[in-house]
């Protein structure tokens, strides 16, 4: 039972570019959320979506950012137009039911902007 | 406000007991985690504990919740090299769906 997929482990994208992150989740988990991590600091949560849903995307940026789970295949978090201080480490989760639940977490994405 | 505070770094020898502290200021939690983070990894769940107990004990790990003082302590027993990570407290609130973290403790175990 394969746990939560993040690919690429390492993005290096130069300021202006976009980045496409993707997730697949635990089989059997159809609730996913993006965290992200800045050196020193804990996770930050950005959004929570289940299948072609978004349900809380409270902590995403106004501008530049964007996710998505649909029906078929990953969760995809895009950003737009990078800028230096978007290169953190930037982590999926999946949940079975979503409320009040335990996370698995991926390995996460290093994304590095030049 | 949603919280979560943890001291930055710990560091302890080979053999002794770890304590890590975590306050956190919801008083609506449900659940509270402990998650390890190891070099280039994910986050992975070591423990938790429902907001209406005291205590819970898992082989070398304690978590104590004193409710009225929003304090969550993990106790790591006979603390080895391999408990070298960084340990995450947070807490998800009744009917959410956010978690949130702290930002961390750095556990340092010296041999």
């Known amino acids: 039972n394969a746990g939560v997929m993040q690919n690429p482990r390492h993005l290096v994208r130069r300021r202006g570019q976009e980045a496409r992150l993707r997730c697949s989740p635990m089989?059997?988990?159809?609730?996913v959320y993006w965290y992200r991590q800045l050196p020193e600091e804990g996770l930050k949560f950005m959004v929570y979506?289940?299948?072609?849903?978004?349900?809380?995307e409270s902590g995403m940026p106004k501008e530049r950012f964007s996710a998505e789970f649909p029906k078929e295949g990953p969760s995809i978090l895009r950003i737009q137009q990078v800028v230096r201080g978007d290169s953190a480490a930037y982590f999926c989760?999946?949940?079975?039911?979503?409320?009040?639940?335990?996370?698995?977490f991926g390995s996460g994405t290093q994304l590095s902007v030049l | 406000g949603e919280d979560v505070e943890q001291s930055l770094f710990l560091s302890v020898r080979e053999g002794d007991s770890s304590v890590i502290n975590c306050t956190y200021t919801d008083s609506s939690s449900t659940y509270l985690y402990w998650y390890k983070q190891e070099p280039g990894a994910g986050l992975q769940l070591l423990t938790y504990i429902f907001s209406n107990m005291d205590m819970k004990q898992d082989q070398r790990l304690t978590v104590l919740l004193n409710k009225k003082d929003k304090h969550l302590s993990l106790r790591i027993a006979d603390t080895q090299t391999g408990d070298s990570a960084i340990y995450f407290c947070?807490?998800?609130?009744?009917?959410?769906?956010?978690?949130?973290f702290g930002a961390g403790t750095r556990l340092f175990v010296k041999a």
């Open positions: 089989k059997g988990h159809s609730h």
């Open positions: 989760a999946s949940s079975p039911q979503g409320r009040d639940e335990k996370l698995f």
């Open positions: 947070a807490e998800s609130m009744t009917g959410g769906f956010k978690t949130i």
């Open positions: 979506l289940q299948k072609e849903n978004i349900i809380d």
